[in-house]
């Protein structure tokens, strides 16, 4: 028996790679782990970007549908009684106090609050950005004025043939064209039935004495504890907010409704001077304070007829950051686009008020990466009396 052959044959079957294999094997294994590797950084940048895109899309439509309901319901029982609650109004109770606020939105461009609204911090506005005051009521049968019949020892009488249509709570506004008061009904009306006049009294009103009786109207805006009054604006933190306003007009909490919002915008959709009045926008402004017609100043003082009821609509506008900043954004300048930009077919001359945003790059991204933005915009009709009339 042949002991050497047999053992070189074994040791040959035993012996390991070469050090060229073994190389090649490392640098197969490296190429593989690299390709892995960036195979699993696409998919998690796509992953990462898709997800960034969607959580735009869901934050913009939702402040859109949010603000966008909340301002098309603005006006319930004011812009039906705006007859009544008028210039004097306006003036007398100075806006909110006492929870009275005749216009259903108000637009303001600056840091300041607007004259007769409360200041709720600057400091942590963007000053960039727009406020939006919405107010409504919500009456329980009267949606209308009712006519004053007498006014004997603090109790009330009007003309109002309906069981409850006074109740204890309501918020009551008293005006005569030259003079306005307010207050809150004490206990629940009583109604004859034979004449049609219910009786009832008022806390914190009659101030103001109301001798002709005859040209005195009462509106009720329903539970002074339902009345809405919001005021939409954006932070300092790109955190979008809702203040609510208690029946005094003072704060009574303040709500995050999205973060990463760049910028919130609003403009009025306003309707040419007619006669009859036009129900028609033909063009779109921005409520800027310099603009004598469309300030908030403005339309709280003078103009308030002559102004606020061309005022068909308004139209909302936020630019939206993303989630995930991006390489592929980098070094591209930041971001430049145009809000309002259409106007429907109004025509350049009558869509003055088309605005640039530039937002520069992110410094803190050391230029490697950039945010990504998308602009969602909507239009809301104000279908009510105050507007159209």
Known sequence: MNFKTRSNSVFRKLKGLTLIELMAAIVIGMVTVLVIFQTFEGVERTRRTVTSVGDMQAGGLYAVFLTGVEAGKAGTAVSANNDVLANDCVRLLGGLRDGFYPMPVLAHRGNAAPPGLPEFGAADRDPNSDQLYVFYANPRLLVRPVELTGIVGGNISVLAPLNNAFQAGDRVVISDGTACDTGIVSADGTLDTATGITTFSLDGALGIPFANAA????TNLGPDSDIVRQIYWLGSDRVFRRT???PA????????VFSNIERFRVQYGIAPVTMPPSKFINQWVAPNPADIN????NLFTANFHDGVHRVKAIRISFVIRGDEPEKELAGLGGFSGQIFADCGGLGAGNCPAVENITIPEDPDLSGLMDWRYRIFETVVPLRNNIWAN
């Open 249 to 256: 007009g003072v704060i009574n909490r303040v709500e995050p």
């Open 294 to 297: 469309w300030s908030a100043a």
């Open 244 to 246: 609510v306003l208690d």
């Open 215 to 218: 040209i005195t109207r009462v």
